[in-house]
């Protein structure tokens, strides 16, 4: 079992700042991918920023130069700091990683959530 625990949503005002933190536990063995996805209700989840196999990062064109993406690949974290954020950047975000278990099996887990309001 892979779990992901994201932290560090909130409520914002235009312009300001946040950073999201996500912990992944179990009985991981390798980590592929990992990175961060938004959904608002009743549309489909969209990919923020992923590191790609190979440690590539990859950024929505709408939070290039934005937003940064940062892993700690010891601790099994992945950050996601947020600037100048505007309401288009209201959503859920959530954590996704990828990769191998103990087991040597396939795991693709997402974690439960973390609010993200901006205000006008």
């Known amino acids: 079992q892979v779990q992901l625990v994201e932290s560090g949503g909130g409520l914002v005002q235009a312009g300001g700042s946040l950073r999201l933190t996500c912990a992944a536990s179990?009985?991981?063995?390798?980590?592929?991918?990992m990175g961060w996805y938004r959904q608002l209700p009743g549309q489909q989840r969209e990919m923020v920023a992923v590191?790609?196999?190979?440690?590539?990062?990859n950024y929505a064109d709408s939070v290039k130069g934005r937003f940064t993406l940062d892993m700690n690949y010891a601790q099994k974290k992945v950050f996601l700091e947020m600037n100048s954020l505007n309401p288009g950047d209201t959503a859920v975000y959530l954590c996704?990683?990828?990769?191998?278990?103990?087991?040597?099996?396939?795991?693709?887990?997402w974690g439960q959530g973390t609010q993200v309001t901006v205000t006008s």
């Open positions: 179990g009985n991981i063995q390798s980590i592929r991918t």
């Open positions: 996704n990683a990828a990769g191998r278990t103990t087991e040597v099996r396939f795991y693709d887990a």
């Open positions: 590191f790609t196999a190979g440690g590539v990062e």
